[in-house]
């Protein structure tokens, strides 16, 4: 088994929860801030006169515990789901996971996903 954790831009987390839904038991979005290699937003201040730039971007984690088979197709429909073709689109990160526990359900491995 594997874990694909995605870091993508905030405003990309409907395109890859419409992919995601079809094809994975389940996955967990966190927002938050990041900072990596795309551009930061300007941002006005005071009453219009200035402006500023963000120290970070909005992003998400998306992440999600798949089969070894299935790795590749979903790395990829998140990819495809999230690219702008800007500098600042993401990343995605492919680990082991050694073991999983359904804690409803009690199952384990494979069975629990």
Not at 15 to 31: K, P, S
């Amino acid at each position: 088994m594997k874990r694909i954790e995605a870091t993508i831009q905030a405003t990309k987390i409907a395109a890859v929860t419409e992919v995601l839904n079809d094809i994975v038991g389940g996955f967990t979005i966190l927002e938050g801030k990041g900072r990596g290699s795309g551009i930061r937003q300007q941002v006005r201040t005071g009453r219009g006169t200035g402006s500023i730039t963000e120290e970070y971007n909005a992003v998400a984690t998306v992440s999600t515990i798949v089969n070894d088979s299935d790795v590749e197709k979903i790395s990829t429909a998140i990819a495809d789901a999230a690219f702008t073709g800007k500098g600042g689109d993401g990343i995605v990160v492919v680990s082991n996971v050694d073991s999983v526990l359904n804690i409803a359900s009690k199952k384990s491995g494979s069975e629990a996903l």
